[in-house]
């Protein structure tokens, strides 16, 4: 791909990223045209209201203190009518007044507070273009002061240094300022844009369809890295360097004007120079940003290993496998230490052609000024600020130059941030379409009065169950319904489908043929072997997912007696108490927890997955009784034949796409294991 082809598709990605935030739009409106448009109209904006300034504080100050704008604002007033006088003053009112006018013409989409942004930018760049035109003054300054130092002049060269010594007083708080609203902007879009990438990814089950576990999928990798630090570090460094390229501009333009005035050889040689150093850096660098993208995978796929050994700290301990963890830890450490081996050797190559680029530059202005000084032709303080306007030239010039190894890891986290954010709106759009889809199937297959109707039971009709992203057929044509207060025991050799004929009716997984029809959201509840225990407290777990003051501490309470977990009552009598759960309680605890849970939201139908596998017979008994007397409709998966008591019909898978229904009195488990 060429350089420049590149820099497209990521200034494409970037705009993706950013104009949601500055300017939310409609799908299919001319979104990248009104974005740019309000960007210049910015511009504009700021470079009147910038001239409406000086002008009234030259006016204002030389109405009420002449004596203080005469020593501090030397030449400033004759410029500024030179400005009035001429084009330039025109010009510049009229740009500020059509700015205007393009943020009245789009403020209907600038609502719900999307104005403080595009204020604080303005704000920044405001700043921005004060600081360069103090910057501009102190070259002048220290033209003055090499001159009177020459000319042994010792009354002017203090009065010089007052002058020197207001404009820092007055640059301070604006850079300070500066230095606070950048990165407080940078909060705010931070903030915005980790919520919508947070919504988004769990809309439609995305972060299951995502399964970041998969190691074999480069596409995506560790979402939480993307949606927390890729996020945090996009928004902090996309502000700062919008506002150094501005800076970098602002300086250009002022210094380009003053080395031009002081001989054009020079700014020539400048543009020359640069152009060449910042072609040669670029074409040196391109390495650095896929380098820098593996990093941040690579270190992303380390830490996640860690966390992984924390959170499985008991298995791994029973097990003694503390080598075989160690081993794939450092095979992960590894990936990071050779990549990033790479990474330095390249950016120490980077290094020395800046340092290069930095040190011949500084004999570029003695060069072409010293014939002319020699020839008497500008005086000795040209040199001082023909040095200052040509580094502050060169270092705008040269911003790609500088700042390469940081713009090539900016743009690895645009890819990876953007790659996960349209993958994320991808799967949503796809599942979308697929729900509509499945229920215009089910619409046409049952009539439209009857589509109309919410369904009260599962009904799974002519369905070919295939695991996404492969062709492996588990169960073909499958119809069967299973309606309010009938139990349906699936059954079959390991590996035949059963989880997955549960991830089908739980709506998890698509039918590859036919449709399912499911209960409404709430009326339908999976429970897993291993039941999800959430980050909170017991409160929290027993009311999940509901909001947690649903419930009583009685209700609570109660419900913790009725799975026979009466010692966890003892034991956290303070139901608002936080612990690391899924490490405390036993597989056994967690299974009657899951259940107290599930008495708790009191669904009409539902999906167990051996959610009884760890507890004893009795237990279990007792836990399938509390459904019946609940009139619950369920579906389970089991391997025990004590589980055949407590249903009625039998779907017996044999792995091979067949199936049968079976009653479940006198169904014989024994036998079903053999085949």
Same mark, same amino acid.
């Given at each position: ?11 494409a ?12 739009l409609d ?12 960007v ?24 009420w ?11 400033v007033p004759e ?8 084009p ?15 943020f009245?013409?789009?403020r ?9 942004p595009w ?11 004060v ?14 002061i ?8 010792e009354e ?14 007055l ?6 300022i ?6 407080k ?6 903030e915005?844009?980790s919520?919508?990438m ?7 089950r995305a972060y299951?369809?995502? #399964?970041? $576990?998969?190691?074999? %999928?480069e *596409?995506?990798?560790?979402p939480?890295?993307?949606? &927390?630090? =890729?996020?945090? +570090?996009?928004?902090?460094t ?10 970098a ?10 080395l031009?005035s ?12 640069s152009?060449g ?16 993208y593996?990093?941040?995978k ?12 924390r959170?499985n700290?008991?298995?791994i301990a ?7 963890e160690?081993?794939?830890?450092e ?7 050779? #990549?990033? $081996?790479r990474?330095? %050797?390249? *950016? ?5 052609i800046?340092? &290069?680029? =930095?040190?011949? +530059? ?11 000084y ?21 270092f ?9 190894d940081?713009?090539?890891?900016f ?5 990876r941030?953007?790659g ?21 199937s089910?619409?046409?297959?049952m009539?439209?009065?009857a589509?109309?109707?919410r369904p ?5 009709s ?10 492996r057929m ?6 069967l ?10 059954v ?5 489908g059963?989880?997955s004929?549960l ?14 029809q ?15 225990m ?19 501490d ?7 007696e009725?799975v026979?977990?009466?010692?966890l ?10 612990q ?5 309680l ?16 009191s669904?009409?139908?539902v ?8 507890l004893?017979v009795?237990?279990?008994?007792a ?5 019946v007397e ?12 004590t589980?055949?008591?407590?249903h ?11 199936w ?13 294991s053999?085949?």
């Amino acid at each position: 791909m060429s350089p420049l082809k590149a820099l497209r598709e990521q200034l494409a990605k970037l705009q993706r990223l950013a104009q949601p935030y500055f300017l939310p739009l409609d799908e299919g409106s001319r979104g990248s045209g009104q974005f740019l448009l309000l960007v210049i109209a910015l511009l504009a904006v700021v470079v009147g209201l910038t001239l409406v300034l000086l002008t009234g504080t030259v006016a204002a100050t030389g109405a009420w203190i002449p004596e203080l704008r005469n020593r501090f604002l030397p030449g400033v007033p004759e410029q500024v009518a030179a400005i009035w006088n001429g084009p330039i003053g025109a010009v510049v009112m009229v740009l500020f007044v059509a700015g205007l006018a393009c943020f009245v013409a789009l403020r209907s989409k600038l609502r719900q507070g999307r104005w403080l942004p595009w204020v604080l930018l303005g704000v920044i760049a405001l700043l921005i273009l004060v600081i360069n035109g103090i910057n501009v003054g102190i070259s002048y300054i220290a033209r003055n002061i090499d001159n009177v130092l020459v000319a042994y002049k010792e009354e002017e060269f203090w009065k010089i240094v007052a002058i020197y010594a207001f404009c820092l007083v007055l640059a301070l708080p604006i850079r300070a300022i500066q230095s606070y609203l950048i990165p407080k902007l940078g909060l705010m879009w931070r903030e915005w844009l980790s919520g919508r990438m947070l919504g988004r990814y769990l809309t439609n089950r995305a972060y299951y369809v995502l #399964n970041p $576990n998969d190691e074999s %999928i480069e *596409e995506i990798d560790n979402p939480d890295q993307r949606i &927390s630090q =890729d996020a945090a +570090s996009f928004t902090a460094t996309s502000l700062s360097v919008t506002v150094e390229i501005i800076a970098a501009l602002l300086t250009f333009f002022s210094f380009i004007i003053v080395l031009w005035s002081i001989n054009q050889t020079l700014a020539l040689w400048l543009l020359a120079y640069s152009v060449g150093g910042t072609a040669l850096i670029v074409f040196a660098s391109r390495k650095l940003v896929n380098l820098n993208y593996q990093q941040l995978k690579l270190e992303a796929d380390f830490r996640y290993g860690l966390v992984h050994i924390r959170d499985n700290a008991e298995s791994i301990a029973f097990y003694r496998g503390e080598r075989q963890e160690q081993k794939e830890g450092e095979r992960r450490l590894d990936g990071v230490i050779v #990549n990033y $081996n790479r990474l330095i %050797i390249w *950016e120490a190559l980077i290094q020395v052609i800046q340092r &290069s680029y =930095d040190y011949f +530059s500084r004999f570029l202005p003695w060069l072409v000024i010293a014939p002319i000084y020699f020839a008497k032709q500008v005086d000795f303080g040209v040199f001082g600020q023909a040095s200052i306007a040509f580094s502050q030239v060169l270092f705008s010039v040269s911003y790609i130059v500088n700042n390469i190894d940081r713009l090539a890891a900016f743009s690895a986290s645009i890819s990876r941030l953007e790659g996960f954010q349209g993958k994320v709106e991808a799967i949503s759009a796809e599942m979308a379409e697929f729900m509509a889809a499945e229920q215009a199937s089910a619409g046409g297959a049952m009539g439209a009065a009857a589509a109309a109707v919410r369904p009260e039971s599962i009904l799974v009709s002519h369905v070919d169950l295939v695991p996404p992203r492969t062709s492996r057929m588990l169960v073909r044509d499958l119809s069967l319904e299973v309606t309010a207060h009938q139990r349906l025991l699936v059954v079959g050799p390991s590996g035949c489908g059963k989880t997955s004929f549960l991830r089908l009716v739980s709506g998890l997984w698509p039918p590859a043929a036919g449709h399912v029809q499911r209960p409404p959201v709430g009326e339908l509840m999976f429970i897993p072997q291993k039941p999800y225990m959430l980050l909170g407290s017991l409160r929290e777990q027993l009311c999940y997912p509901q909001p947690a003051d649903r419930f009583s501490d009685g209700q609570l309470r109660h419900v913790l007696e009725e799975v026979r977990l009466p010692d966890l009552v003892r034991r956290y009598p303070d139901l608002d108490i936080k612990q690391d759960w899924p490490r405390l309680l036993s597989l056994g605890e967690q299974q009657r927890l899951a259940f107290a849970r599930l008495l708790l939201n009191s669904p009409r139908f539902v999906v167990l997955d051996e959610a009884t596998s760890a507890l004893d017979v009795a237990t279990e008994k007792a836990l399938y009784d509390l459904l019946v007397e609940r009139e619950m409709a369920f579906v389970s998966v089991g391997h025990r034949p004590t589980l055949v008591a407590f249903h009625d019909t039998v779907l017996e898978l044999d792995g091979q796409g067949g199936w049968r229904l079976l009653p479940a009195s006198g169904y014989d488990f024994g036998r079903n294991s053999e085949t």
